[in-house]
Every structure is written in C-alpha cells, then in structure tokens.
C-alpha cells in the first residue's frame, strides 16, 4: 500500500517523500487506518517492522487537520521505555517536523532537570519521553496533559518490564481527557500484566497483530557457531570481521567490562571500534551512538543498551558474543540488522556457558537451529547432554527382598566420645547433653 493512499496532508507527504519512503510495511498499512480514523489501537509486531512511522504518521495528521483542545498543553506524547529509543524516536519526529510550524522536545532521564523546565516551557506541540522524568515534571508542575490529544505508548511490555507500571498511570490519570486518543504498541500482546495496563489505558480498541514478536524475521539469517571457550570465540569473531565484507556491526557482550576489553582487541585487528556500556554518561553514550549511526567507525562493542532503539539500515552483522540471559532480549538484539528492507547476518557464538540460555532461546522461538562450521575453526564442544533421570526401582521387588531378608539396624555402634578436657583453657565449650532416659534427681520446688 502507497503512503499517498492514506489520505494524508500533502505536507505529510513531501516529508516521507524526503526520508525515501514509498510503500507502507505492513503493520504500517494495518495500523495507520485505525489510527487516522480516530480509534484506541492496540497493535503488536515484531521489532524492525516500521512501527514508529505506524504511530508518527497518523499523529502528524492529526495535528494539520484538527484543532487543538488546549492552546498551552501538549498535543502528542510519546512514551518510551530507554533512553535511546527516545533519542531515535525524537530524531524521526523532528525530520518529518521540520517543514512545519509545530515543535517537538526530547524529555528523558540523565539529562538536565531545569533546561527541560525551560523547555517545557515554551508550549511544545510534541513530546517524546520517558515515562519516569515526564513523572517528575509532572509533579513539579512543569507541564499539564488535561489538553493532550494523543497518548502514544511504544513498547509497553519493556516499559512494564522495567517497572514503569505506576509512571504509566500516573500519566494516564494526568491526561484524562474524555477525547483523548492512546495507540498501545508492545511487542507480545499475550501477557497478564500487559493485558492489564492496557485495559486501563484504551477504551473499546481495535486490535493489529502482524504475526508475533517472537516471530522469524525474514530479512535476517541466523549463523550458530558452536565454541569451546573464549579464546576460540576471539578467533572465530576475528575470521568473520576481517574475512567478511561488512557494513557495520553491534557486538553484544554480557558485561560491562568486557565491551572495553573486546573493543580494544578488535581495534588490534584493524577495524574502528568503541565501546558502549552502561559506565558512561549520558552524554557520552549519545555520542557514541551518533557517531556509529553517521558511519564513523566499524564497529559497536555493546551491552544490552543498543539492543532497542537502534535503527540504523547500514549495520549489516550483528554478533552475540555472549547469548542473552533473557530469551526475548535476542530477538531485539539481532533485530538491529535487516532492518528497512535490508538483509542481515546474526551470528551467536555458543559456548558451555552460554548452552542453558541457548536452548532457552530455541523453546522460546519454537525452533530447532542449526549449526554451522567453520573450517579450520571446528569446535571440540558439541552441546551439553541433560542429566538422565533417576534409576526406579519397582516397589513390588523390594518389598519381597525386605519380606526375605530381615532388616539390618542402620545404627552403628558408637564408642564412648573422647573430648578435650578445656577446663585447663579455661572455658567449658563443649558439654554432654543429659542423658535422654536417665532418672534425673527430684529438684523440684513444687512450680511448673
């Protein structure tokens, strides 16, 4: 389906135009009518879909074509759960913004607490937040939401999972207003605490679910190499970086620490690298991340922090150096490549350690992986074999070898016990208790 059949503002138009968007995915296609047309929209995909386009589009409609119920509130807001998917939501809203009269500001954690006053209080049009500092101004009375005409929630599951549940309400009680729009956008629709919240939240929606957001993507080709420890990890990532022809690459690491190490190793073999880790500021992480997405080095060493909120086309590879704890995350990790309509390779390296999760990952998708082999880097580890359940023995024999046998006292015969006289060290710390069936002396004075 063609954007122009939607029926958007022509200046709608010339800015999708500009971002070279021709044709809507599907979720796009589904979503955007519901939306257009007025209606709460509960709507799941999988990530890589085009999702944020799915609710932007229809909130710039909204604003050109209706009049605004409040001349100082926000009209949009935007919710998302970390502070990178913020940032690359914000920078897709200001390029379709950019030819229009409305404005747009980012509100997000880590960042400075009275600049955004002083943001706030220009009147904004837009706002793309996190659900925990949007709280904060909220109860300093920095912004009201009683005119808010579009509530956009943009991977609600995450957002719960990282205990923003009680921020979300608050917002929603906040911005109460009887013809306020929500679109409740989560990866799974089929979760207890999600179905919850989001009956709370949207009133009579209507429901998208293109596929499920465990689902295959299609675009992306999944390598599994097995490995028997860390040094043939290194190896078997160094064959691939140099030997490959690759755009860009997100490495993802289990800790903190080992994004610095593999960074520093990986720059040794003569690509451009950095680290990006939950150690560096704010401001150090966003211009890391501007810097990978404008194409300034190779590669982007990283822990969890990159696996939402990156959509850069040009990272062609993504590896799990380290498989994911959480069998959700890798979904979201190797969604950073094929994304936009491009191909992409994922590869996990899976080590002894990293077997548990890995099969995790594989009950989780509903799938059996193959795995492949590299030459001359064949791995000695071929999996892990479950323990084998406990012998039983049937209870009818045993019963007939006790009727045969008579049993024998499981109690050994116990010497008298030696022990050291500690009176010469000065203390008693070790006492016979009193005989358990010894007559003690009748010392009683007539009270229990």
Not at 135 to 145: A, E, G, M, T
Not at 225 to 241: Q, Y
Not at 385 to 411: F, L, W, Y
């Amino acid at each position: 389906m063609l954007f122009e059949e939607f029926g958007f503002d022509n200046r709608i138009l010339k800015s999708i135009a500009h971002l070279g968007f021709d044709e809507a995915t599907e979720i796009q296609a589904r979503a955007i009518p519901e939306a257009v047309a007025g209606r709460d929209l509960l709507a799941s995909s999988k990530t890589g879909s085009g999702k944020t386009l799915a609710y932007l589009l229809p909130a710039l409609h909204r604003v050109y074509k209706k009049k605004a119920l409040s001349k100082r509130d926000p009209r949009v807001v935007v919710l998302v759960p970390t502070r990178e998917l913020a940032k690359q939501v914000y920078g897709q809203l200001r390029l379709l913004l950019a030819a229009s009269r409305f404005t747009s500001i980012l509100i997000q954690g880590g960042e400075n607490f009275n600049d955004q006053h002083k943001q706030l209080q220009k009147d904004p049009h837009f706002i793309v937040a996190t659900p925990g500092r949007l709280v904060d101004h909220l109860k300093q009375r920095h912004v009201f939401l009683e005119g808010l005409e579009l509530l956009i929630l943009d991977e609600a599951d995450r957002m719960l999972d990282l205990g923003f549940a009680e921020a979300m309400r608050a917002i929603n009680v906040a911005a109460s207003h009887r013809q306020r729009q929500t679109l409740f956008f989560s990866a799974t629709l089929d979760n207890t605490e999600v179905s919850e919240i989001a009956g709370e939240l949207l009133r009579e929606p209507s429901r998208v679910a293109v596929g499920q957001g465990f689902d295959e993507h299609t675009d992306i080709s999944q390598h599994i190499l097995l490995c028997d420890h860390l040094d043939h990890k290194e190896a078997l990532l160094k064959h691939i970086l140099v030997g490959q022809t690759i755009k860009q690459a997100i490495i993802f690491t289990a800790t903190k620490n080992d994004t610095v190490r593999l960074a520093e190793i990986i720059a040794g073999w003569g690509l451009t690298t950095q680290a990006l880790n939950g150690n560096l500021s704010q401001s150090a992480r966003n211009k890391t991340m501007e810097s990978f997405a404008k194409g300034q080095f190779d590669v982007l060493v990283s822990t969890d922090v990159a696996s939402r909120g990156l959509d850069i086309a040009s990272v062609s590879h993504v590896f799990n150096f380290d498989l994911p704890k959480q069998a959700e995350e890798f979904i979201h990790r190797t969604g950073r490549t094929g994304r936009a309509g491009f191909k992409g390779d994922a590869y996990s390296l899976v080590g002894p350690k990293d077997w548990v999760n890995f099969k995790a990952i594989e009950t989780f998708l509903q799938k059996v992986f193959t795995t492949e082999v590299i030459v001359g880097l064949e791995p000695k580890f071929k999996g892990l074999t479950p323990p084998k359940p406990a012998r039983k023995i049937a209870k009818k024999s045993v019963e007939k070898e006790d009727s045969k046998t008579p049993r024998k006292s499981s109690r050994k015969s116990v010497g008298k016990a030696r022990f050291h006289d500690n009176k010469q060290d000065g203390f008693d710390a070790f006492k016979l208790p009193p005989k358990r069936f010894e007559k003690q002396a009748n010392t009683d004075d007539g009270e229990d």
